[in-house]
């Protein structure tokens, strides 16, 4: 295997308004969001009007006043647990506006070697236009590429760099944003996406990632 997925990680960012204090571990637990038995084990960071930042095993919320982010770190084991959190969350927060919503798959993978690492560079950037600039030592450190999608409106966006959590071992990061405009701004919209494109938004990102991979 030329490249191996070490970290995996999904999320889902909403942009609001939001009222961060309405959103605390008590009102997922009592709503039957999350295990009432995950209290033990939640880690609370910060509750306030203006940012609410807290963790379970599992899942972490990030909310401010116009931003709602939920994060998880293994998405096979639960990538299935979050759509059903999201899902939830929204039909229980009532009168909540969803300007736009991002399905996000962020990837971390290990080359076997440095030539496969340089190797990905050299088919998505060819050097030598800017050989010809009189540029050398030169190497691929990051890039974006977007694809619109007319219906429902948004975009995808590609994000491929240098992952910095591997050392001085060559890792590339692939973070996969699947973006959508929420022209209706009601929740209901956001729902009936969500549980139309999830599994195809989250498949379809490893699926660019392992494509571009293949490159090497």
């Excluded at 203006?50 to 770190?73: C, M, N, P, T």
């Excluded at 030598?128 to 450190?141: A, E, I, M, N, S």
């Excluded at 995808?156 to 699947?178: H, V, Y």
Aim: some cysteine; charged content about 30%; overall charge negative.
């Amino acid at each position: 295997m030329d490249f191996e997925l070490k970290l995996d990680a999904a999320s889902v960012v909403l942009r609001g308004p939001f009222a961060p204090e309405k959103f605390h571990p008590g009102w997922f637990t009592a709503n039957g969001l999350i295990n009432p038995d995950a209290m033990k084990d939640c880690k609370v960071e910060i509750i306030s009007p203006d940012i609410s930042g807290f963790l379970f095993e599992w899942v972490r919320f990030d909310v401010q006043k116009d931003r709602f982010a939920f994060q998880i770190k293994d998405t096979a084991a639960f990538s299935e647990l979050l759509q059903d959190l999201v899902v939830g969350t929204l039909e229980l927060a009532e009168n909540t506006q969803v300007r736009t919503m991002g399905i996000n798959r962020d990837m971390h993978f290990l080359a076997s070697s440095l030539e496969k690492y340089h190797a990905i560079g050299d088919a998505l950037a060819p050097k030598d236009v800017w050989q010809k600039l009189g540029l050398d030592k030169l190497g691929l450190r990051s890039m974006i590429m977007e694809s619109k999608r007319e219906a429902p409106p948004g975009h995808i966006w590609t994000k491929l760099e240098a992952s910095e959590i591997f050392g001085k071992e060559a890792g590339i990061r692939l973070d996969i944003n699947n973006h959508y405009e929420n022209q209706e701004k009601n929740a209901e919209n956001i729902i009936a996406i969500i549980k139309d494109r999830w599994k195809s938004d989250i498949d379809r990102s490893l699926k660019i990632a392992e494509s571009l991979l293949g490159l090497a």
